[in-house]
């Protein structure tokens, strides 16, 4: 099984900054999508940003939600195995559950999730 770790979660003031990190603990995420997202209390679960692999032939582009747009910013480092996501001028409707996914769908596998709380 594939077991993806999400850390970097807390609790910050509006206006702050958050940098969210998703490895991989058994296998490496060179070749493969890593995206974010992310689940409320009482709301549907929301794609947030998606970094294709280097080696990708899908055609697909680093992508953010509107709701995200200009304020957070997806990154990755495979000499680490690793995915990032740099969260800024957070707001409270931020606040929400982070999971990581590799791959697209069907072949994706989730992480456990952080908690990101975003209050004063």
């Known amino acids: 099984q594939v077991h993806l770790v999400e850390s970097g979660g807390g609790l910050v003031q509006p206006g702050g900054s958050l940098r969210l990190s998703c490895t991989a603990s058994?296998?490496?995420?060179?070749?493969?999508?890593i995206s974010w997202f992310r689940q409320a209390p009482g709301k549907e679960r929301e794609g947030v940003s998606c970094?294709?692999?280097?080696?990708?032939?899908?055609?697909?582009?680093?992508a953010y939600a509107d709701s995200v747009k200009g304020r957070f910013d997806i990154s990755r480092d495979n000499a680490k195995n690793t995915g990032y996501l740099q969260m800024n001028s957070l707001i409270p409707e931020d606040t929400a559950v982070y999971y990581c996914r590799r791959g697209y769908i069907p072949r994706v596998y989730w992480g456990q999730g952080t908690q990101v709380t975003v209050s004063s």
């Open positions: 970094i294709p692999s280097k080696f990708s032939t899908s055609g697909k582009n680093i």
């Open positions: 058994d296998l490496t995420l060179d070749f493969y999508a």
